[in-house]
């Protein structure tokens, strides 16, 4: 599994044991790191680190926000977002209208300016009873009106959250990633296992979108498009009237995404030993955001390909390199032995999401960011704990970020060097080549 929230992050590789021993001596004389950092605190050092490394793709890599969905929807449907606070307003005026329709109908009533026939009805009567209905709708309208604000906000959320659920995976982005992972990492496999994979990966996995967990309550089912009170006889007037008060709070929306930031990176693979078949749900991120998107889904594939090394199908020696590689990347992460997923003999808690990372940025594209896994809400990012945590099996994200960014050749600032010698072992830079 990927992550939930941007909360399980990736862990990558170094670039060479040079730049590995570069960056360690850097990190043993804190006499070359700015001094100003190491009065900072643990927060602020890790927020400026962050805005360092990443500033400049906080926008592009931001989950979905109650306020940024324009950078994620497409025009249409940011129009069709943007509409919402009139369409709730009309809708409401509409109330307004239909009751002095009735008032009015009630007014000839009175006056004997309607049928003698339809004066006798039991509807007609009922009808009499509710006089004067326009100055309560009036009164119910208002105090809605001035909640309105709040309710389109929360309406907005609700359709946003709609309009990201009816994407369609990119089934073109598992293939771009996978020929990218099959030149870096299956090619070096050998001919008999690679061919197998291949074979594998191309017929044996499933790819599915779930989309986002909506709220319970959807204003669309309302029909806020049409007028409840379907006519204007006696009968449907009546049959609105009694429920009036049920039309009028029709419009109340419930949207977690306008209380914080919503999910949207909820990659994951699932494997079914019984028939060897994966399924990879690709998350709304991945379908929305070009600039992490590759990396994430290329992380899935690894997963995907540690299944399949755990298999009888791999020959020895492409089984033997997997986890002389494996035991490398062990290094990286804590030293907790994961006692209920373990996959392979011996694996610790990370292993198996660190090795994932290590297959993915063997691709190692100059046009990929990792900065998605802080959780950037366009403003600010989001998670900055650093600390490698003994009960999680992913290691930070900013960790897995600045080694992203060392490993493309680009020089650590200060802030990241100080920030690693307050949170990570040596070990966590440990360099695992697939050869």
Known sequence: MLFTFVLFFHSLIWGSVDELGNLIKGLDHLGEIDPRCKSMSDNDIASQCAQEVCGAHKKNVSVVTASNYRQILKPEEVKKIDAIPQKLNSYLSLMQKNAAAIDQKIFDLKSGKVPASELKSYQAQELLKLYPLKSKVDALVKEKKDQLPDIAANCRAYEVINLINQQQPREKLYHDALEKIDKAYISKLSPDSARKLRQHLAERVRIEFKGLET????????NLDGNPMKGNDIESMVSFANKIKTHVNAINCNSSLSKGPQPLITDSVRYDPSNKQSTLNMSPFSCSHEEASETIVAHEIGHIISNFMNSSEVSS?????????????????????????????KDFLTTEEDHADAIALSIQ???????????????????LEFRLNPQSSHSPAILRVIRNFHL????????CRELATRGFPPTVFQHCPFQ
């Not at 594209?365 to 998670?383: E, T």
């Not at 493309?408 to 802030?415: E, M, N, Q, S």
């Open 215 to 222: 709220s319970s309550f959807d204003y669309g089912a309302h």
């Open 317 to 345: 020696s492409s089984k033997k390199k997997f986890l002389e590689q494996r035991e490398c990347v062990k290094k990286q992460g804590v030293t907790v032995p994961d006692i209920k997923k373990t996959k392979f003999k």
């Open 408 to 415: 493309k050749g680009r020089k650590l600032p200060d802030t």
């Open 365 to 383: 594209s100059p046009s990929s960011s990792l900065c998605s896994f802080m959780g950037s809400d366009g403003k600010q990012f989001l998670n």
